[in-house]
């Protein structure tokens, strides 16, 4: 079936970094966008990242716009999110997903239907 799995998560400091994986299975990974999104505690889910099928377009929020990073490795099935310069306000848990529409390079959640089930981010100031 249909998989996302996210790896990579952990607790850093301000000002660190980390690289998340997002591993995909169960569908031609290679023809679709894939997005990142992360959702703070007592916050609404929020719109990080996408790229486009083969990496040739990105987008990103404002709030990490310099710092964060999204790349895919297609012959790997695997997108992933390397976010440096880490800030307090990027703790949440970080999702990957799958749009509704294979080549929609889009921001909202809502467009999106298959989901990961999460990883933690926690930065300590």
């Known amino acids: 079936q249909v998989q996302l799995t996210e790896s990579g998560g952990g607790l850093v400091q301000a000002g660190d970094s980390l690289r998340l994986s997002c591993v995909a299975s169960g569908y031609m990974f290679s023809n679709y966008a894939m997005g990142w999104f992360r959702q703070a505690p007592g916050k609404e889910r929020e719109f990080v990242a996408v790229t486009s099928w083969n990496g040739g377009s990105s987008y990103y929020a404002d709030s990490v716009k310099g710092r964060f990073t999204i790349s895919r490795e297609n012959d790997e099935n695997t997108m992933y999110l390397q976010m440096d310069s880490l800030k307090f306000e990027d703790t949440a848990i970080y999702y990957c997903?799958?749009?509704?529409?294979?080549?929609?390079?889009?921001?909202?959640?809502?467009?999106?239907?298959?989901w990961g089930q999460g990883t933690q981010v926690t930065v300590s100031e």
């Open positions: 997903a799958r749009p509704v529409r294979p080549v929609a390079v889009v921001t909202t959640a809502t467009l999106y239907d298959v």
